[in-house]
């Protein structure tokens, strides 16, 4: 079992920066996958990154390449998400969620989430 608690949205003007932060709790947080998710208004959830549990492999939504880095410290039971360049088109909730094993694209693999946090980008 695994709980999530993401910090560091906020409100940002487009082309800043702001790192988001997953605190995970658990007794098998470093076999975990981790991905951040988004939801706009009206838009389905969407996948903006995912990293192996080890570190060694990411996944990007197109929109966010060269942008957004994700990364992970399992010392500290810790997964970031650091955004820069932000457009208005990132703003929404931004949510933390955990796979045991598994960190691909497939949402439904991504058992466990967070409660997600609030990014807001003015143009």
């Known amino acids: 079992q695994v709980q999530l608690v993401e910090s560091g949205g906020g409100l940002v003007q487009a082309g800043g920066s702001l790192r988001l932060s997953c605190t995970a709790s658990?007794?098998?947080?470093?076999?975990?996958?981790m991905g951040w998710f988004r939801q706009a208004p009206g838009k389905e959830r969407e996948l903006v990154a995912t990293?192996?549990?080890?570190?060694?492999?990411?996944n990007y939504v197109d929109s966010v390449k060269g942008r957004f880095t994700i990364s992970r410290d399992n010392a500290k039971n810790m997964v970031y998400l650091q955004m820069n360049s932000l457009k208005p088109e990132d703003t929404g909730v931004y949510y933390c969620?955990?796979?045991?094993?598994?960190?691909?694209?497939?949402?439904?693999?991504?058992?466990?989430w967070g409660r997600g946090t609030q990014v807001t980008v003015s143009s």
């Open positions: 658990g007794r098998t947080f470093s076999n975990y996958g």
């Open positions: 990293i192996s549990w080890s570190g060694s492999s990411t």
């Open positions: 969620a955990a796979s045991a094993y598994y960190y691909g694209t497939n949402m439904n693999a991504y058992a466990y």
